[in-house]
Nanobody, 125 residues
């Protein structure tokens, strides 16, 4: 089992930035590709970004390219999501995910083996 705990969510004004963290425990962190998903009220959970086990490769949904940055620190068993230029349409719960599959494959949430409980990011206009 892998336990994932997100932190860093909170209210942010449009145009602002926010950094999320996800601390993992339970199994060897570097054995898993990591990712972030978001779920807006009344909508399905959607892929945001993923990062390979070593951190050498990153992947993004088209909607966040150039705006969000995913990174990881294997020594700290933590994955991060830096979000810039936030707009109200990014209001959602943000969920950390771990997969034994490849990072490229995490664009399909069926590839996810473990989920965090999420952290809320409301963006005010």
């Amino acid at each position: 089992q892998v336990q994932l705990v997100e932190s860093g969510g909170g209210l942010v004004q449009a145009g602002g930035s926010l950094s999320l963290s996800c601390a993992a425990s339970g199994r060897t962190f570097s054995n898993y590709a990591m990712g972030w998903f978001c779920q807006a009220p009344g909508k399905d959970r959607e892929y945001v970004a993923a990062i390979s086990r070593s951190g050498g490769s990153t992947y993004y949904a088209d909607s966040v390219k150039g705006r969000f940055t995913i990174s990881r620190d294997n020594a700290k068993s933590t994955v991060y999501l830096k979000m810039n230029s936030l707009q109200p349409e990014y209001t959602a719960g943000y969920y950390c995910a771990a997969a034994s599959d490849t990072a490229r494959g995490m664009c399909n949430k069926r590839a996810v083996d473990y989920w965090g409980k999420g952290t809320l990011v409301p963006v005010s206009s």
